[in-house]
């Protein structure tokens, strides 16, 4: 059931726990997500970034694709389709295209460049039945060539942009896309605290989920944290398993080429991690 992230996120932020915005690249990836979520009875949310909904050639390919798969599958629990990342010109073109849920990413604009745009995409995603996320305090790390040094949000800053009557909001606390460098200080539970005070039933978006221990996880969700983001880390278990395949030549035996095995392992793989994140954000049965 395609549906805006606003109900999943309020009931998660209620019951404290965590849904999780599973990247997804093809179609492989999305059929993973979805029968693990459907498996589980986990609501879900389906990140679509920038970069991923180009080479999926557009937004419209990537809607029709999630919309059809959750008729075909039969994919009964709540599942949202989210841009990740957005710029001004892409939440457009997800609304169009018939998206139910999108980040405003203006973390890089003057704060008040960033409450005004994000204010007017507040009332578009409202009017069209769908959930908008902003951020503040960009996110360190690479992701599709944005890099941000993962500063930590000012909280009276997340509390402006809250009051936008935005439906989630990913503030800045350390923490960074892809993986994390040995000298990483790990999470800054001081101003995650912080932002929670100032922003109270808001459900807070915890960026860059890959790598990131899970008593730092479970104490994030804790402190407000509704809604974790996971990428790299479904792309490296399907990058492992793709390998161990090839690497034991199973491609050359019988029709092991043939995409629908050779694919297999790396669909399997991004399962297994799917159902491990499930379970540790606490999602599981919570459909
Ligand atoms: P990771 O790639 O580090 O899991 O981050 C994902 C993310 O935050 C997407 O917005």
């Not at 309020?10 to 915005?21: E, I, L, M, N, R």
């Amino acid at each position: 059931m395609l549906v805006s992230a606003k109900e999943m996120l309020d009931k998660a932020k209620a019951g404290h726990y965590a849904v999780g915005q599973f990247n997804i690249n093809n179609l492989e990836w999305t059929k993973a997500v979805l029968t693990t979520a459907q498996e589980l009875n986990s609501p879900v949310i389906l990140g679509v970034s920038e970069g991923a909904g180009k080479y999926m050639t557009g937004y419209k390919t990537v809607a029709a694709m999630v919309k059809a798969m959750i008729e075909e599958l039969n994919i009964t629990v709540p599942v949202a389709l989210h841009l990740d990342h957005g710029s001004y010109e892409g939440c457009l073109k997800c609304v169009e295209a018939g998206f139910s849920s999108i980040m405003f990413d203006g973390s890089h604009y003057p704060i008040q460049e960033n409450i005004d745009k994000t204010k007017e995409l507040v009332a578009l995603a409202h009017k069209n039945g769908m959930s908008i996320e902003a951020e503040v305090g960009s996110i360190g790390g690479e992701e599709d060539g944005v890099i941000g040094k993962g500063e930590c949000a000012d909280p009276n800053e997340c509390k402006s942009i809250a009051d936008l009557g935005i439906d989630m909001l990913a503030a800045g606390i350390g923490n960074i896309h892809g993986k994390y460098p040995d000298n990483w200080e790990g999470l800054s539970f001081e101003t995650l605290d912080a932002i929670q005070q100032l922003t109270g039933e808001m459900p807070l978006v915890l960026h860059g989920g890959t790598g990131i221990p899970e008593d730092q996880i479970k104490k994030a969700i804790s402190l407000g944290v509704s809604k974790i983001n996971v990428n790299t880390e479904c792309q490296l278990s399907f990058a492992a398993a793709t390998r161990e395949y090839v690497e034991a030549g199973k491609d050359l035996e019988g029709k092991g080429f043939d995409p629908r095995k050779l694919l297999l392992p790396g669909t399997e793989a991004i399962k297994a991690t799917v159902k491990e994140k499930m379970e540790l954000f606490g999602s599981v049965g919570q459909a």
